[in-house]
């Protein structure tokens, strides 16, 4: 499924009318009828609706909806929230199809007459503006949307809740807060947004005819489901060996954080890599050791407990993880330059470790092997020199600059996680919950990112399944023995089980 901005949905809309020769009003009617299938599920035979429309083609969205459910024998009614002559082109054509088949409508100047017209409504279908909104919703349309924030009433936007922006960078608006949302073509990119998904409420996107190609030909960002997991997974060959699997190496750790490296450690293996090596101080080996059976072990030197400057073979890895709970020290940054300047294979930087390149990026810029940073909201923050409210605004911009600029993947942690890749392919990872908010989350992923990165599959894909398969058993063990509270890192690892079970 792909993500969309508001100018890459109108790239398509025009690709497909003009060039493929779809008429705008079939677009319009199988927006419509695609919605009301959906609806119809949702409503009683006997349900009162009322569809508020705008003047553009959203509104013309709307009258399509009020014909088709009036034909089906529901009771209808169209609010109009803008004068007659503002209503033109296809949503005109639609409106007077809607009016030639019985239906009624009331044309509303002012906001306060909206509660006595929907004073018997069931159910409110918003189908004021969509992507083509302007600035700030006008009057009285940001009249209606405060009354419908604080009715009872279900409200079911269409293709975006009124008044909300499709596209990042705005967080100052008045939008309808639907209970749900049917999005037309492919969702746009605020339904990803911390500031801004919430207003979608339960959003289901509907088809309509554009064919995949003008969708690819607009849009390099998509939301990362099973079926792309599924696909993308390379299955085990019964003959396979541990060497077919990867060799990977996880360098981190120290004496006041021991426990990251050993999530890592276990979570690589578990999410399928042959064989891991742990390289941290002699003092962690002894710590870990006991809880990381399957793996091997490095001894790195270190002053005060920290890894220190070192040079070690890192050639005989398939990949390296590098920076969990390594700390900030001076000494320890210089390892990570060797690390990065020497290794010729995909390298993950992780939690301290981004702080090491922060000072001199060109150290991850030079590489020529593939290199990935997997940072949470306040990491990328501190690598872009921006705060965090900043990046939240704009995290699909800023990604994708991250990654062309110095030549990374990029995988922004958080309830919507982004994956980048260099060429600024983008996607958003469906799976994973609250239970997930909690110390060493990110050092699992991080150890599976390092599984992912062994496999033969491309880095994108690696990673998008790598955030796939975290979040899925998160989701997993909080829909049968788990809870949001009570989840851990460390059931997150054994849970990795039962999303392989489940998809193989
Ligand atoms: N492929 C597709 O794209 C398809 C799209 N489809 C549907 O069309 C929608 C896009 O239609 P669209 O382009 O006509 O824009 P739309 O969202 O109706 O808004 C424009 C109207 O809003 C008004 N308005 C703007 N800002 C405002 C403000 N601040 N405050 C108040 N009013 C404001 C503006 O009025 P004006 O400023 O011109 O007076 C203008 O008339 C899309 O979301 C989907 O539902 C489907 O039919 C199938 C194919
Ligand atoms: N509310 C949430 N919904 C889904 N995933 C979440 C949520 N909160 C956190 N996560 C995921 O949990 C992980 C947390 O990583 P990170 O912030 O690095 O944690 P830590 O540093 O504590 O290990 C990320 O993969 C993030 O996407
Ligand atoms: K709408």
Not at 118 to 126: K, L, N, T
Not at 138 to 157: M, W
Not at 428 to 456: E, F, R
Not at 472 to 501: P, Q
Request: with cysteine; net charge negative; proline share 4%.
């Amino acid at each position: 499924m792909y993500i969309v901005t508001a100018k890459e949905m109108y790239g398509i809309d025009h690709y497909t009318m003009q060039e493929l020769g779809v008429e705008g009003k079939l677009l319009m009617e199988n927006a419509g009828r695609a919605i009301c299938l959906k609806l119809e599920n949702l409503i009683e035979k006997t349900s009162r609706i009322c569809v508020i429309a705008g003047s553009g083609n959203n509104g013309g969205d709307g009258f399509v909806i009020a014909r088709t459910l009036l034909n089906n024998n529901y009771h209808v009614h169209v609010v109009q929230a803008v004068p007659d002559e503002k209503i033109t082109g296809d949503a005109l054509y639609h409106k007077n199809l809607y009016k030639n088949c019985g239906g009624t409508v009331t044309v509303i100047k002012e906001a306060e007459i909206i509660r006595e017209l929907v004073s018997d409504a069931d159910i409110i279908v918003d189908a004021m503006v969509g992507i083509g909104i302007r600035g700030k919703l006008r009057e009285p349309l940001a009249g209606i949307v405060r009354f419908l924030n604080q009715t009872e009433k279900f409200v079911v936007s269409i293709d975006i809740p009124s008044g909300l922006p499709a596209d990042e960078g705005l967080t100052d608006f008045t939008a309808v807060e639907a209970d749900c949302t049917f999005i037309v073509g492919a969702p746009k990119t605020s339904a990803f947004l911390e500031h801004s998904a919430s207003f979608y409420g339960e959003w289901e996107m509907v088809s309509i005819g554009f064919p995949p190609l003008a969708l690819r030909k607009y849009s390099k960002r998509m939301l990362w489901n099973e079926g792309n997991f599924q696909e993308s997974m390379p299955k085990r060959k019964l003959n396979s060996h541990k060497g077919d699997h990867g060799r990977g190496l996880v360098i981190g750790g120290s004496t006041e954080m021991p426990g990251s490296i050993a999530m890592s450690v276990k979570a690589a293996l578990k999410a399928g890599s042959g064989l891991i090596t742990a390289a941290t101080t002699e003092k962690v080996i002894q710590m870990i050791a006991p809880v990381s059976m399957e793996s091997t072990f490095l001894a790195l030197s270190e002053k005060n407990g920290y890894l220190a400057n070192h040079t070690f073979p890192v050639d005989s890895y398939d990949a390296i993880a590098i920076g969990i709970g390594m700390g900030r020290y001076e000494e320890t940054r210089d390892l990570v330059r060797y690390v990065l300047e020497q290794a010729k294979c995909p390298v993950i930087i992780d939690a301290d470790g981004l702080y090491h390149i922060k000072s001199d990026l060109s150290m991850i810029k030079k590489r020529s092997d593939p290199t990935i940073v997997t940072p949470h909201p306040g990491e990328m923050a501190m690598l872009l020199d921006i705060s965090v409210p900043e990046l939240l605004k704009e995290p699909f911009r800023y990604a994708a600059e991250f990654a062309g600029k110095y030549n990374v993947y990029v995988v922004l942690k958080g309830k919507y996680t982004i994956i980048t890749a260099p060429d600024g392919r983008q996607a958003v990872n469906t799976t994973g919950n609250p239970g997930l908010a909690k110390g060493g989350s990110g050092d699992v992923l991080t150890g599976i990112s390092l599984a992912m990165a062994m496999q033969d599959q491309s880095i994108f894909e690696a990673l998008c399944n790598a955030c796939f398969i975290h979040g899925k058993s998160a989701d997993l063990l909080v829909a049968n023995e788990h809870s949001f509270y009570d989840l851990l890192a460390s059931d997150v690892i054994k849970g990795i089980t039962d999303v392989y079970r489940t998809f193989s």
